[in-house]
């Protein structure tokens, strides 16, 4: 297909505006999920949401999704709130919870699916889309539903900005200031459980955990700062979406779910190695630097130590009584000489000023200053 | 003695699955002291201040900050929760987290302005830290997290502090610097509640200190009750024989 087919396709502009608001919606909503160490609370609640989708077609026959969505809404939240009660009722950890929940409510749901399957009315054809996800069956009406959740669930955000940030980092302070902290948490919890359930048509309960921590995992290389973080999250998500759905309808229609997921793992591995901050490639490259720098130190300190000796700290030295000294090459010379810590006449160097104050403070950098 | 009664536990008694971690506590602060609280691990101590300030649901007993339930009297007290109760990774700087403490007063919804920055500023000054305040909080130095904990309850202008272990981890100079902070507070009338673990720095620090271990076992002026028959109550060896060993 060609470019011009791209913008003028319904179908997959409806497809692909859809993936994009999923996209930003987890990465958003991502953020807070995965600052609150609940990284793998999405996966639990995304396999929870399964036996719901199940139960409501049974219920009520219907293929709609938006019934199906409310009955993964339903079993979503009756399997966070049991992670919680397992939590606080019981000896075991989060970890354990996540696991048990995951587990017994997929396998109810996958067994709900099969006994489905066997019905005679078989009417239950694309009740499986919901394990992988089948961005292509996105209509107008899903798009909406999608863009209107991202809309409160923004809105919410921004009224509850300060406390959100106050929970995140120190729940116990928040409560001593008065804050309902259950409220604020489930307020958080309720929204991540939504932007979970309304992702399941599109990539699946399987990797739907993914969209909501990779683009978050991704922003937090790039910046200190919760508010960057929030948008830049929701900034790789929207792009996972959009190259996801471009990829997978250029390639003779891969399955869209594991494409955008694959794109934002993208995301995360060029975040891990080259963001300024906290990527590999540029720690490495600080760390040569400074190990260069100290070099570059010793040596000073090597010539103020001679330097010292004598009055008249300009006084020219050779450079021959260097040469016993451990890590002193042409290049070290030159470039104290382009610090102006030193002048070089010949085959003589003689100490500046600044050099000089510079090497008699070299180790003083950790006390306060005066 | 007319002194107002700052802080009164009452019938306190507070368990972790079936085990009492504190045991029937009684205990009024008066108003104005710096005080330590004292005891071996596990003795209850950040339970104790962490139940005073409803952090944990105790299974009976009442507190009262001067005279009235605590849920009414906030704006009253400030808290300085264990530095490694919080995780320093978090995407913020030292102001914002300083900012943190106007949002009791800011309540619900409302976004800090101008004003609170100010007071945020400085609360930094105060505690040596004005230069970090846009530095991301990993990388400041263990003493100067507990600085900003420090400034961050100094913002919340409260009448009563709670400090949960001020001086842990920290270098000679902040811990100078903090106790400085603290005789500061005494002397403007507010009243210091310390859990502290040095017992060789109580009667240079302190001027009131209570033991405890599960049960309340004294609470009075250091000059008074810090001696050898309430530390070996405490800790249930002779302390000052087995440090001169």
């Known amino acids: ?370 | 003695m007319t002194q107002k009664i700052a802080v009164a536990v009452d019938d306190l008694t507070v368990a972790y699955n079936y085990k009492p971690v504190l045991w029937d506590i009684d205990l009024s602060i008066p108003e104005g002291v710096l005080m330590a609280i004292v005891g071996p691990n596990g003795a209850g101590k950040s339970t104790l201040i962490k139940s005073i300030l409803g952090i944990i649901d105790p299974i009976a007993g009442s507190v009262t900050i001067y005279g009235k339930p605590y849920s009414r009297q906030r704006d009253k007290v400030a808290y300085v929760p264990q530095k490694g109760s919080v995780d320093w990774d978090f995407p913020t700087t030292a102001l914002d987290v300083v900012m943190m403490g106007t949002y009791g007063s800011l309540g619900w919804i409302k976004r800090p302005g101008a004003k609170q920055k100010k007071q945020a500023l400085e609360a930094l000054e105060k505690v040596g830290m004005l230069a970090f305040k846009g530095r991301q909080i990993s990388q400041l130095s263990g003493g100067q997290q507990q600085r900003i904990f420090l400034a961050r309850a100094l913002v919340q202008n409260a009448a009563i502090y709670f400090m949960d272990e001020p001086f842990q981890g920290v270098d000679a100079t902040t811990e100078i610097a903090i106790i400085n902070i603290l005789k500061e507070l005494r002397k403007a009338g507010k009243t210091v509640i310390v859990v502290h673990h040095d017992l060789q720095t109580v009667p240079e620090y302190f001027d009131w200190v209570t033991f405890l271990n599960v049960k309340h076992i004294a609470t009075g002026p250091v000059k008074d009750i810090f001696n050898d028959d309430n530390l070996t109550k405490t800790y249930g060896i002779n302390y000052k024989v087995a440090v001169q060993q």
Not at chain 1, 52 to 69: E, H, P
Not at chain 1, 279 to 308: A, C, P
């Open chain 1, 1 to 370: 297909m060609d470019i011009t087919q791209y913008f003028t396709d319904y179908t997959l502009r409806t497809i692909t505006l859809g993936t994009a608001v999923l996209g930003a919606i987890c990465g958003m909503l991502g953020s807070f999920a995965v600052l609150r160490k609940q990284s793998l609370l999405g996966d639990a609640i995304s396999h929870a949401a399964l036996p719901g989708i199940a139960v409501a077609f049974l219920l009520t026959g219907a293929k709609d999704s938006n019934i199906l969505l409310i009955g993964a809404l339903v079993s979503g939240l009756i399997g966070t709130w049991w992670i919680r009660g397992i939590v606080t009722k019981t000896h075991l950890k989060t970890d354990t919870a996540l696991g048990l929940i995951l587990s017994l409510f997929f396998g109810f749901g996958m067994l709900l699916l099969t006994y489905i399957q066997k019905q005679p009315n078989a009417n239950q054809a694309g009740l499986d889309k919901y394990l992988f996800g089948q961005a292509a069956t996105l209509v107008e009406s899903d798009v909406i539903l999608m863009s209107t959740v991202t809309g409160i669930s923004l809105l919410v955000m921004l009224l509850f900005w300060k406390e959100f940030k106050l929970l995140l980092f120190d729940k116990n302070y928040a409560m001593t200031l008065g804050f309902n902290t259950k409220f604020i948490d489930g307020l958080i919890s309720f929204f991540i459980v939504l932007a979970i359930v309304i992702g399941l048509q599109t990539v699946g309960v399987v990797l739907m955990s993914a969209m909501l921590l990779a683009p978050a995992a991704a922003a937090r290389q790039w910046t200190n700062s919760l508010s960057v973080m929030v948008i830049l999250a929701a900034i790789f998500g929207m792009f996972s979406g959009v190259i996801g759905t471009a990829i997978s309808a250029s390639q003779n229609n891969l399955s869209t779910g594991p494409v955008i997921v694959l794109v934002a793992a993208v995301f995360v591995i060029i975040s891990f190695v080259f963001s300024p901050g906290r990527g590999i490639l540029f720690k490495q490259l600080r760390l040569l630097k400074n190990r260069r720098e100290l070099e570059l130190q010793k040596t000073l300190y090597f010539m103020y130590s001679i330097v010292r000796k004598h009055d008249d700290i300009s006084r020219p030295h050779a450079i021959r009584i260097l040469n016993n000294f451990q890590g002193f090459t042409k290049g070290t010379l030159s470039q104290l000489e382009q610090k102006d810590w030193i002048v070089i006449q010949g085959t003589n160097w003689s100490m500046t000023p600044r050099g000089f104050d510079t090497a008699a403070n070299l180790y003083n950098s950790n006390l306060p200053e005066q």
